[in-house]
């Protein structure tokens, strides 16, 4: 009998989830599909696989089955999974939490620039985590040593605005499957260098590690490399040599917004790995350079924030909208270059 097992592993967008993709030998005897999954992906245990079923993350033939489902011949199955948990005590730490909604399934915080969301290398105290751990202590999956408890997507560091939190492992699970199917409604806000040429449009180009330097990102536009990655973008507000615009998210990789948004030439405004820290766009008058300057030590950051996020209610599958207003930096900023275009002439000789 031919051979005939086809597998592939991805790892999440956000690196919070496995994604894995099995096609069933056509020869193969009928078991149960929890049963399988154990034999063919390595560290599955069955409360994982459990766990994705209960979420309805286990899909046969792009339909939700139960742990109990007999696979059959040439069944193409998909599942996502929480990560195993990690080697790594999460320490409780009082941190200010800005809740916009919270109920027995999950949270919702508007992230302020400057939190880390989960330890990591460099950053094993003081994120959004330890803060989580702390003011949701009585949870279950709070009292685990996974680094990413409720994690079902992530922003910068730098980068501000909603994040939701999940307060079960079944809400977990649910709105993970949101994200991995891009069901889920995300809208950010930045502040871009230069005037774009078109009103609305949509950037297209694979993102991966740059050869050059691992730790920043770059478009390949022939599609042999990266990830495939979409941002639709519309202009808000023409302010002279910078444009507030809003992008929203088609896929969710690493970076997206801000490398989309250099490959285009309209690099964010200070943001300093891909470029935006430095006077892009103006004249040469020391009056506008000081200016500049100004405000970028006013927004000390990339000038992108999370304004909108909406998904189902992984409950009761309500439709979930938040929106949060742009953060004290950015209202600075964006108020100064208003300003700057009705008294542009005091500024420059134009």
Same mark, same amino acid.
């Given at each position: ?17 496995? /994604? ?8 193969? %005897? ?16 069955? #409360?994982?696989?459990? !766990? ?5 993350? &286990? ?6 089955? @139960?742990?109990?489902?007999?696979? @059959?011949?040439?069944? *193409? *199955?998909? &599942? ?10 999460? *320490? ?16 919702? &915080? ?13 950053? +094993?105290?003081? %994120? ?13 999956? $709070? /009292? #685990? ?7 079902? /997507? ?21 709105? !993970? ?25 949509? &950037? ?15 478009? $390949? ?7 495939? !990655?979409?941002? /639709? +973008? ?107 275009? !009705? ?8």
């Amino acid at each position: 009998m031919q051979e005939f097992f086809e597998e592939t592993e991805e790892q999440d967008e956000n690196g919070l989830f496995e /994604h894995f993709r099995l096609v069933v030998d056509p020869g193969q %005897t009928s078991v149960r599909i929890d049963k399988y999954i154990a034999n063919h992906i390595d560290k599955a245990s069955r #409360s994982r696989i459990q !766990a994705a079923a209960e979420a309805g993350n &286990i899909l046969v033939n792009d339909k939700p089955v @139960k742990a109990n489902y007999k696979i @059959k011949p040439d069944d *193409i *199955i998909v &599942i996502v999974m929480d990560y195993p948990k990690r080697e790594l005590k999460i *320490i409780p730490e009082e941190i200010p939490l800005d809740i916009i909604f919270e109920d027995a399934d999950l949270l919702v &915080i508007n992230k302020p620039p400057g939190l880390v969301v989960h330890p990591g290398h460099g950053n +094993y105290t003081g %994120t959004l985590v330890n803060g989580l751990a702390w003011y949701l202590q009585d949870l279950p999956m $709070f /009292h #685990s040593e996974d680094p990413r408890p409720g994690l079902v /997507h992530r922003i910068d560091k730098d980068t501000s605005g909603v994040l939701v939190v999940a307060k079960t492992e079944q809400a977990k699970n649910n709105l !993970a499957l949101q994200f991995f199917e891009k069901t889920s409604c995300r809208r950010y806000v930045a502040l871009v260098w230069g005037n774009l040429k078109e009103q609305e449009g949509t &950037i297209v180009g694979n993102i991966g590690r740059s050869p050059s330097n691992r730790q920043v990102f770059t478009v $390949f536009p022939d599609g042999e490399h990266g990830k495939s !990655a979409i941002t /639709h +973008y519309k202009v808000l507000e023409q302010l002279g040599y910078v444009n507030l615009v809003e992008c929203r998210l088609e896929t969710g990789r690493t970076h997206q917004i801000r490398v989309h948004m250099k490959y285009i030439g309209h690099p964010l405004f200070n943001d300093s790995t891909y470029g935006g820290d430095e006077i892009l766009r103006g004249t040469t008058y020391t009056k506008y350079k000081q200016f500049v300057q100004n405000c970028f030590k006013i927004l000390p950051r990339q000038a992108l924030h999370a304004k909108t996020l909406g998904f189902k209610h992984p409950a009761t599958g309500e439709n979930m909208l938040f929106d949060s207003e742009l953060p004290d930096d950015m209202k600075t900023v964006t108020g100064k270059w208003r300003n700057y275009i !009705a008294n542009r002439g005091e500024l420059e000789e134009i």
